[in-house]
């Protein structure tokens, strides 16, 4: 049983930590070398010096466990030889008899593994966190809500980053429900948004948000599992191109509607109907 342990064990006995028992686990953490009836400090040496015959040390005196988790051992199994980082869990627990520390109790995992998957995943979140922030395309992720007759009626923003903040005006919306901060906002953003996260299908759109007094060209995906109800948005601020082509059209239409009139009161009149329907 103590051979087939999934994690490591050992038991050091005595002040100096003389080995009595280890698993094939805790060989192997410790580079396979020959421990028994020796003591931590002669057979470890690159334990000694990462202060583990200390933390030994304090238990067997304080009579306290000691706990830690992801804890670096650089081991060393031969002097000058090749060093290979491992991180482990572990607890020594110190072993008792009327009331007087006799041994420690060595007992582990060793999670290097799960600690380099940990920190892959710190410095692709940190690397994706900085490109998100620093990119001039505005980015957000949102939750949406359905009513009973699953209708899509709001959505919370989930996170977002400087982009998005500034082209939609919005201050910490972070955590809180589009209709509280934005009141008023067209049914047509819950109903593309709540089509993707209800489909998985993405979409790309142009739309007019009055209540921000802009339009946005917008891509629209759903991320996560089906249930959540998540989709990661990319937009961008297009109002000055909108205007523009306004703009544009309006005077194409004007020139067509004064191409054949020579009366001033008549092209006034028509020029007048032009920017009315310009403007709205």
Not at 151 to 158: K, L, N
């Given at each position: 049983m103590f051979a087939h342990a999934p994690g490591f064990m050992a038991l050091v006995t005595g002040p100096e930590h003389r080995f009595e028992l280890t698993n094939p686990n805790y060989q192997k953490v410790i580079g396979h070398r020959e421990v028994i009836g020796r003591t931590v400090g002669e057979v470890l040496t690159d334990a000694v010096a990462q202060g583990y015959l200390d933390l030994l040390d304090q238990v067997y005196r304080s009579g306290e466990a000691h706990r830690a988790d992801s804890a670096l051992y650089a081991v060393q199994a031969e002097p000058g030889g090749e060093i290979v980082d491992r991180y482990v869990d572990f607890?020594?627990?110190?072993?008792?008899?009327?009331?007087?520390?006799?041994?420690?109790?060595?007992?582990?995992?060793?999670?290097?593994?799960?600690?380099?998957?940990?920190?892959?995943?710190?410095?692709?979140?940190?690397?994706?966190?900085?490109?998100?922030?620093?990119?001039?395309?505005?980015?957000?992720?949102?939750?949406?809500?359905?009513?009973?007759?699953?209708?899509?009626?709001?959505?919370?923003?989930?996170?977002?980053?400087?982009?998005?903040?500034?082209m939609t005006g919005l201050v910490d919306p972070y955590g809180k429900w589009v209709s509280e901060i934005a009141p008023g906002l067209e049914q047509h953003w819950f109903d593309l948004y709540g089509g993707v996260a209800r489909t998985g299908e993405p979409v790309r759109f142009e739309n007019p948000a009055d209540i921000f007094g802009r339009w946005y060209d917008v891509q629209a995906l759903r991320i996560g599992q089906p249930g959540a109800w998540q989709v990661a948005i990319l937009f961008n601020n297009i109002t000055e191109r909108k205007q523009s082509e306004t703009r544009q059209n309006a005077l194409l239409e004007l020139n067509d509607a004064i191409r054949d009139l020579t009366d001033a009161g008549d092209i006034a009149q028509a020029s007048a109907q032009v920017l009315a329907r310009t403007m709205g």
């Open positions: 607890v020594f627990q110190p072993l008792k008899e009327d009331g007087r520390v006799w041994g420690v109790f060595i007992q582990g995992m060793d999670v290097s593994d799960r600690h380099r998957a940990d920190q892959a995943l710190a410095l692709s979140e940190a690397r994706y966190g900085a490109l998100f922030a620093a990119m001039a395309t505005g980015f957000c992720v949102i939750e949406m809500k359905f009513d009973a007759a699953d209708r899509p009626v709001d959505y919370r923003i989930v996170e977002g980053n400087k982009a998005f903040e500034e």
